[in-house]
């Protein structure tokens, strides 16, 4: 089974007025990393996607979103 991983940390971020730098400061990354992550280019950790949903006050389902790709 292969699961797709999206996610809405851009939009969240907007909502709290941050940029990727402060995000990656909050969560103790470099700012690339979240890029790669907004962009789906970085498989994180499930302790970094907490302390990325923690930072944008949010839960793990709000912030990442799994589906299963089509067959």
Same mark, same amino acid.
């Given at each position: 089974? $292969?699961?797709?991983l @999206?996610?809405r940390? $851009?939009e969240? %971020? &907007?909502r !709290?007025?941050l940029?990727?730098e402060q #995000? &990656?400061?909050?969560v103790d990354? %470099?700012? +690339?990393?979240i890029? !790669?992550i @907004? $962009?789906g %280019? =970085?498989? #994180?950790? #499930? *302790? #970094? &996607? =907490?302390k *990325?949903? %923690?930072a944008l +006050?949010?839960n793990i @389902? +709000?912030?990442?979103?799994?589906? @299963?790709a089509?067959?």
């Amino acid at each position: 089974m $292969k699961v797709i991983l @999206e996610n809405r940390i $851009k939009e969240l %971020r &907007a909502r !709290h007025n941050l940029t990727q730098e402060q #995000l &990656a400061d909050i969560v103790d990354v %470099r700012r +690339e990393t979240i890029g !790669h992550i @907004e $962009k789906g %280019r =970085y498989n #994180l950790s #499930l *302790i #970094l &996607a =907490y302390k *990325i949903s %923690r930072a944008l +006050e949010s839960n793990i @389902e +709000e912030v990442f979103i799994f589906r @299963e790709a089509d067959k």
